[in-house]
C-alpha cells in the first residue's frame, strides 16, 4: 500500500513538473491580438479612403481582423467634445494603437495619450508640426508620426485659373477652428499677387450647418470658389454646389474626392493611397520600432480630376487642353 501512495504521489509530482515546464511554452506562443482605435472627425469620401487604404495594407502587412487584430472605429461626426471622449476612451480600453484621421481628431487623440506609452499615426493631416502633433517632419519625437496630406496650393489654384482665366476674385470657405485650414488659407493669401489674383475673399462656417450661409455670403463678390482640405466644408459641400450651380460660380476643391460630389476639378492626392502608407507605418510600430524614430512625411500629388458635367452646370466649359492633363474625368 505505501508503495503505491509513493507511486501515485511521484506521478503526482511528476505532472506537475511538466506543466510547470509547458504552459509558459504555451503561454508564449499564444498568439496576439492588437486591438487598434480607429477615429475620424466627420464623415466623408477622402476620409474614409484613408482609414479602408490602412486596414488594407496593415492585412497585406500581416495583421489580419479577426485573426490578430480588433479595430474599434470611432466617429466625432464634427463633435470636438465627442472627439475627446472617443480619444480618452481609447486610452481607457489600451488599446495598442490609435490611427487619427484628420488634424483635429489627432490633436485629441495626442493629448489623451500623454503619460502613456500608447502610439499614434495620423493621417490626413495638412501640418503636424503647426498643430502641434510632432516636434519636426524628420524627429516626430514622443510617440506620434504619420503621414500627411499637404498639397501645394499654388498649385491647385493656378488649376482654376487654367479653367477660367479670367478669375480675380477667388472665393474660400472654411472652419476657422481647424489648423489644417488656416495653414492652407495663409498659403493662398501669399500666393495671391503670384498669381495674378486681386482679391480673396473669406467666408467661414464652424459647423456643417453653417456651410449653406458661408457659401450664400460669396454670390456677387467673387469670379470663382476653392475650397481647401477642410473635414466640415467637405462634409457640406452639397450645400456649396447648390449655391454655385444656381448663381454659374465655378467650384474647385482640393481633394479629388470633391469631384464626385460637385467640384469642377482637383490636383489632389489618393487618400487611399495616403491610408496605405500609414498601414506601413503602423505595421512597422506594432513590430517594435519606436513613432519617435519614424520620419512623419507628405504623399505626392497624384493626379487631377475633372468633371465636364459639374463645369456645365455651373456655365464653364474646360478647355480640351486642360482635358487632356486629367488623369480622371467624372
Not at 190 to 201: E, Q, Y
Not at 225 to 244: L, Y
Request: charged share 15%; proline share 4%; with cysteine.
Amino acid at each position: 500500500m505505501k508503495k503505491k501512495i509513493i507511486s501515485k504521489l511521484f506521478l503526482g509530482l511528476c505532472l506537475i513538473l511538466v506543466l510547470a515546464l509547458v504552459l509558459p511554452f504555451m503561454s508564449g506562443c499564444a498568439k496576439k491580438t492588437y486591438v487598434i482605435g480607429i477615429t475620424q472627425i466627420i464623415t466623408h469620401q477622402a476620409l474614409d479612403d484613408n482609414r479602408q487604404g490602412f486596414m488594407y495594407q496593415l492585412a497585406i502587412e500581416g495583421f489580419v481582423e479577426g485573426d490578430n487584430v480588433e479595430y474599434i472605429f470611432r466617429n466625432a461626426n464634427g463633435d470636438m467634445t465627442l472627439a475627446a471622449t472617443i480619444a480618452n476612451q481609447f486610452v481607457a480600453d489600451k488599446v495598442d494603437l490609435i490611427l487619427a484621421i484628420s488634424t483635429p481628431i489627432a490633436q485629441a487623440c495626442v493629448q489623451a495619450v500623454e503619460g502613456t506609452n500608447i502610439p499614434v499615426v495620423f493621417g490626413s493631416v495638412t501640418d503636424p508640426v503647426a498643430a502641434g502633433l510632432i516636434d519636426s517632419w524628420d524627429n516626430p519625437g514622443g510617440q506620434v508620426t504619420g503621414i500627411s496630406d499637404w498639397a501645394d496650393v499654388p498649385t491647385q489654384v493656378r488649376l482654376v485659373l487654367d479653367v477660367v482665366p479670367s478669375v480675380k476674385k477667388l472665393g474660400t470657405i472654411y472652419n476657422a477652428g481647424e489648423t489644417n485650414s488656416l495653414v492652407q488659407i495663409e498659403a493662398l493669401k501669399n500666393a495671391k499677387s503670384s498669381l495674378g489674383l486681386t482679391s480673396i475673399v473669406e467666408a467661414t462656417a464652424s459647423t456643417t450647418a453653417e456651410v449653406l450661409t458661408a457659401a450664400q455670403s460669396l454670390v456677387g463678390q467673387v469670379d470663382a470658389i476653392w475650397i481647401p482640405t477642410d473635414n466640415t466644408v467637405v462634409a457640406g459641400i452639397a450645400a456649396v454646389v447648390s449655391v454655385c450651380e444656381a448663381n454659374d460660380i465655378p467650384l474647385f476643391a482640393a481633394d479629388t474626392a470633391t469631384v464626385k460630389n460637385g467640384a469642377i476639378g482637383a490636383i489632389g492626392v489618393d487618400y487611399y493611397e495616403l491610408g496605405k502608407e500609414c498601414g506601413k507605418v503602423a505595421a512597422r510600430i506594432l513590430r517594435g520600432e519606436k513613432p519617435a524614430d519614424i520620419p512623419a512625411k507628405k504623399v505626392a500629388l497624384s493626379g487631377l480630376s475633372l468633371s465636364p458635367t459639374n463645369a456645365a452646370a455651373m456655365g464653364v466649359t474646360i478647355p480640351e487642353a486642360v482635358l487632356d492633363r486629367a488623369t480622371e474625368i467624372v
